[in-house]
T-cell receptor
Framework: DTGVSQNPRHKITKRGQNVTFRCDPISEHNRLYWYRQTLGQGPEFLTYFQNEAQLEKSRLLSDRFSAERPKGSFSTLEIQRTEQGDSAMYLC???????????FGPGTRLLVL | AQSVTQLGSHVSVSEGALVLLRCNYSSSVPPYLFWYVQYPNQGLQLLLKYTSAATLVKGINDFEAEFKKSETSFHLTKPSAHMSDAAEYFCAVSIFRNQGGKLIFGQGTELSVKP
């Protein structure tokens, strides 16, 4: 069990650029979650997948954000036309749909200049 | 709707002293409750969870928490603080069987441990 992995760990970009993050869940987990954590705050739910289906999206997920999980394994989160307010830690978590505990990756820290 | 309030954004204790981190929740249905710990530049690690079994829950590293429905609380305690306990602690609630089990987090409490 290698745990949840996220790449890259850090990303610095200029305002207006597009960025994409990747999350690899624990291999047998069918649920995958994305959260955003700004400085000094708790994580906030963005979206989740069961297998390849995206079942819920938060109102925080504006139309500049898109997430995919094409084969029910890894997931990508893309932010288009980044804004300074997008600067945050983006956390991925996974689990089986029969368990309540979510297992978190180390996060991708995004800084938009 | 569910929500979590953590009382005190910063708590400082001396090494060997009791740790008490406060969490109150709001939920219209019986919740599942969690405490996670986050070390700098890392993800979240589960300390313990309440899932409607025993109200006193024991977790890793001698942490424990008690679910008190009448007080809508789930406070985290540890009898004797270690320097290595210095971190950010998050309380979270979920309605597991509905809403996909998404977690609603409090704003966090930073624990400092003085030698």
């Amino acid at each position: 069990d290698t745990g949840v992995s996220q790449n890259p760990r850090h990303k610095i970009t200029k305002r207006g650029q597009n960025v994409t993050f990747r999350c690899d869940p624990i291999s047998e987990h069918n649920r995958l979650y994305w959260y955003r954590q700004t400085l000094g705050q708790g994580p906030e739910f963005l979206t989740y997948f069961q297998n390849e289906a995206q079942l819920e999206k938060s109102r925080l997920l504006s139309d500049r954000f898109s997430a995919e999980r094409p084969k029910g394994s890894f997931s990508t989160l893309e932010i288009q036309r980044t804004e300074q307010g997008d600067s945050a830690m983006y956390l991925c978590a996974s689990n089986l749909d029969v368990e309540e505990t979510q297992y978190f990756g180390p996060g991708t820290r995004l800084l938009v200049l | 709707a569910q929500s979590v309030t953590q009382l005190g954004s910063h708590v400082s204790v001396s090494e060997g002293a009791l740790v008490l981190l406060r969490c109150n929740y709001s939920s219209s249905v019986p919740p599942y409750l969690f405490w996670y710990v986050q070390y700098p530049n890392q993800g979240l690690q589960l300390l313990l969870k309440y899932t409607s079994a025993a109200t006193l829950v024991k977790g890793i590293n001698d942490f424990e928490a008690e679910f008190k429905k009448s007080e809508t609380s789930f406070h985290l305690t540890k009898p004797s603080a270690h320097m290595s306990d210095a971190a950010e602690y998050f309380c979270a609630v979920s309605i597991f069987r509905n809403q996909g089990g998404k977690l609603i987090f409090g704003q966090g409490t930073e624990l400092s441990v003085k030698p």
